[in-house]
């Protein structure tokens, strides 16, 4: 980026300076260009400008990322470290993460075009978070004893226990929805694990993990432990799926890259596989409802991060005689919303992440009004520079459109009317492919816990939205997923379960 570029949007000196260096990925501790040469644009989306090149990596660089790891895996540079070492490093990154927040956090609002204000409010806190969580599990990763009968061997007595051990070698997969959490996501329950880890980046998002990378690094972490690629998903993504020496791929995006990665992996070593995909999630507000507090949260759900969120609450469900109010209500809170770059400390809504999407979004938006939906509030585009989407809320809506069968990943809800709490109701909220998520707005505990136990989701929010905790397990029903995210669960994902059974004769 041009420094008058930078200077006038007011950067921090880190940020100005992180942007104006050649961006290279991180290999073996090195940072190097891609094998090929050949750089990708980062873009910034509230301007469509280039803010920065980054090594366009590929099968090779893909390759020699997987041999670092390997060979970090293989020598115990990290695994030979006590658990109580790797998690005062791991605290360590957390640490690094808070100290630096004000530089990632506009970081994150320049690439992705978030608003600073959620940047630093959650992006950053959360990512510095998750690892100081799951810091504390690298000392507590425990197997059981058992007692065996053993039927067929009368009178031996034998001693059996499991152990948990690192999978090995990890390839990690993120998006662009929310570039540094995704990657504390999957880094930090990687590292506690003892794995070693090739984290692809997404093309549209690269800046803030490369940022992470240097304080992985800062944090005293073994060179080959975590390597980051930069490139396109097929020239890097899917390689690192295929590769026969990755023992494990986690990934999070679309369901449709979804089934290419379980496509690889069976195509190749038949490595492990956690998949975090999509959503279209139904979010429910009952009549008896705090109104003053479902109505608000009920925008929340959907326009939060500008609808590019897994767990959307894309498809509101509003009891019909409050249904009015709240249409009403969430097409205020769009309205409302004010614009702008997510540079802005006063942008409520940033752009969304790129062309590509801007041009899905607004097909929708398009297939929306086509087929019958009426907006009650926004619908357009906003013509000129940047990314820039008005907050929609469809009404006079029909499951089998568009807009409601399909996840749009913008910020686009459709309402529609039910007359009781039903299984009429149950069977709408679940008509969907998906099942990550789901939210219900009532005053009424037992109705509560009633349609939460009929919801087919990984998390049901009641009373709230978009909650989201390194305690709390995420993930999904149906297409939205294998596997889970977060808590103590997510440490499955990273360990191989070893039974040892000894004859004591
Ligand atoms: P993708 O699923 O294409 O991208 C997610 C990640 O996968 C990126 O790093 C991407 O690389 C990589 N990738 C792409 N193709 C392959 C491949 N063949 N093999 C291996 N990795 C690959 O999502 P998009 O960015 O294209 O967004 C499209 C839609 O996906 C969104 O509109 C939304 O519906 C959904 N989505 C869901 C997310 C979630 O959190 N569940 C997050 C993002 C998107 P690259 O960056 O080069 O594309």
Redesign the pocket.
């Known amino acids: 980026m041009n420094a008058a570029v930078a200077e006038e949007m007011q950067l921090d000196r880190g940020v100005k300076q992180f942007i104006a260096e050649q961006r290279k990925m991180l290999i073996n501790g090195d940072w190097v260009d891609s094998a090929s040469g050949q750089t990708l644009d980062v873009y910034n989306p509230a301007t469509g400008d280039i803010i920065a090149h980054v090594p366009a990596g590929n099968h090779e660089d893909i390759d020699r990322a997987v041999k670092a790891a390997r060979r970090s895996f293989e020598t115990g540079a990290w695994t030979g470290m006590t658990a109580s070492e790797r998690g005062r490093i791991i605290w360590k990154i957390g640490d690094l993460i808070q100290d630096h927040l004000e530089e990632l956090a506009q970081l994150e609002a320049l690439d992705n075009g978030k608003p600073i204000t959620v940047a630093r409010a959650a992006d950053v806190p959360l990512s510095a978070d998750m690892f100081h969580y799951m810091a504390g599990w690298a000392t507590k990763i425990e197997g059981n004893t058992m007692s065996l009968s053993v039927p067929y061997t009368p009178g031996a007595q034998y001693h059996a226990y499991t152990v948990k051990e690192p999978v090995g070698v990890v390839g990690q ?5 929310f570039p540094l959490l ?1 990657a504390a996501w999957k880094l930090a329950p990687a590292m506690t694990c003892g794995c070693s880890i090739v984290l ?5 998002t690269p800046l803030s993990a490369l940022r992470l990378g240097e304080l992985i690094q800062q944090a005293g972490v073994p060179d080959g432990v975590v390597n980051i690629v930069t ?4 020239e ?3 390689p ?2 295929a590769h026969p020496d990755v023992d494990k791929i986690s ?8 089934r ?2 379980v496509k ?1 992996a069976e195509g190749s070593n038949l490595k492990k596989v956690s998949l ?4 279209k999630s139904p979010n429910i507000v009952l009549a008896d409802a705090d109104l003053e507090v479902a109505i608000p949260g009920a925008a929340n759900a959907i326009f939060f991060n500008h609808g ?3 767990a959307a609450g894309s498809r509101l469900f509003v009891q019909e005689n409050v249904f009015d109010k709240v249409v009403q209500g969430v097409s205020d809170q769009a309205s409302g919303m004010k614009l702008g770059p997510g540079l802005n400390p006063s942008t409520e809504m940033g752009p969304v992440v790129s062309r ?2 801007f041009d ?1 979004i607004k097909g929708y938006l398009d297939a929306g009004i086509s087929e019958g939906a009426r907006a009650a509030a926004g619908g357009k585009v906003r013509e000129g520079k940047g990314y820039f989407m008005e907050p929609t809320v469809f009404v006079d809506t029909k499951p089998e459109m568009k807009v409601c069968a399909e ?4 910020p686009v809800v459709t309402v529609a009317p039910f007359k009781d709490m039903d299984e009429a109701l149950v069977a709408a909220a679940n008509e969907t492919v998906y099942g990550l998520a789901a939210g219900i707005w009532t005053n009424d505990v037992s109705k509560a816990h009633r349609l939460a136990a009929k919801l087919k989701a990984g998390t049901v929010w009641i009373n709230c939205y978009n909650i989201f905790d390194a305690a709390l397990p995420f993930g999904g029903y149906k297409q939205s997923g294998w596997g889970r995210e977060h808590g103590h669960e997510v440490l499955n994902n990273y360990t191989e379960n070893k039974s040892v059974c000894i004859n004591l004769a």
Request: proline fraction near 2%; glycine fraction near 18%; charge should be negative.
């Open positions: 997969i993120i998006p662009w929805n995704m692809k980046v997404a093309e549209e490139g396109l998903g097929v890097a993504g899917a690192l799926a990934f999070t995006g679309s369901t449709e890259v979804g290419l990665i690889a975090e995909l999509g959503g590019q969120c897994c590509d999407q899905r996840e749009i990943f913008g």
